[in-house]
């Protein structure tokens, strides 16, 4: 328990430069979730200043503290950092999304939902329901007797650890027009990824399957046996273009690369699994990089953004679109590939 170790915890050469929440799990021998949910907080402060964010790396030399009768910090509107919701207007919101927190709490029926659940008691607070808290207090319709938070539609997602551009629609006929473009695949979508390996510029089509022979969902062309369909399998195609902005070598890891990953398809962790079955997973990746066998880079999530989104806007017709520069931890991550 933290009530045993609350003395503060001076960081070792093992933990420099590694995320508060690894250096918290280490410092005060916790799991993983209890050092990220006192983060989260309020409750962890590096050289005595609060941090509430699990990805910010700590430097040698830095001092982290515990203390559990800090003032709770955690609040539905404040947890979005300043200037995230960079378009807002009657039809569609436009967040930038920080890493580290879901688009909307976990909903079996999937994406046929068309309005975002609200997330229940003790579940963490998601990206929808931070985005309706600041829309209430700008709108100030929390203050109106029997008012309730404005409703968000759900027309795509992002994985929790990915970072970036995403939309919401506030009417009906907003999310059907961007549910149809996103079918039709006519909404701009291009991510940043870090990758292992020297990866070549190219053009990935496979067909996906839930589950490609080894529990995970990925290519049918990738699993072992037959590469077709078999029975009732339901598969379905997906394309991403790869372009290549920065190679990267150390002593430490070997090749890395910077990519730049346009989706002309939008399957679940598509990217994801793309680029690992083509044999450079996505620095920070988890769950698809079993087959992997370089070295693999330390980083504080997966480093994955969102750097770009454009559709045409459901009400007025006009292409719009919208730019997000790298995040800070994904730019220290390549500052560390730079260093020779």
Known sequence: MVEKKLEPFALTPDLADS???????????????????????????????????????????????????????????????EGALVHIDPHVVVVEKPAGISTVPFDPEGMGASIAKRSRPGQ?????????????????????????????GIVHRLDKETSGLLVFTRTWAAKKSLTDAFRAHTVHRRYLAIVHGDCKAQTIKTHFIEDRGDGLRGSIEHRGGRKKAIGSERSQVAVTNVEVVERLHTKAYGDCTLLACQLETG?????RIHLSEAGYPVVGERVYIRSYRGTVVNAPRLMLHAAELGFVHPATNSEMIWKSPLPQDMEEVLTSLRDP
């Open 19 to 81: 995320p508060l929440d690894a250096v918290v799990r280490a410092g005060f021998a916790l799991s993983w979730g209890r050092a990220r949910d006192l983060v989260k907080r309020g409750k962890v402060a590096i050289d005595g200043k609060t941090c509430t964010e699990p990805v910010r790396y700590v430097r040698m030399g830095s001092t982290v503290t515990i203390d559990l009768a800090a003032r709770n910090t955690r609040t539905i509107a404040s947890d979005l950092p």
């Open 124 to 152: 963490e607070i998601t990206l929808d329901e931070r985005v309706r808290a600041v829309l209430a207090r700008r709108e100030k319709s929390s203050t109106r007797p029997g008012s309730v938070p404005p409703s968000l």
């Open 267 to 271: 399957r679940t962790h598509q990217i």
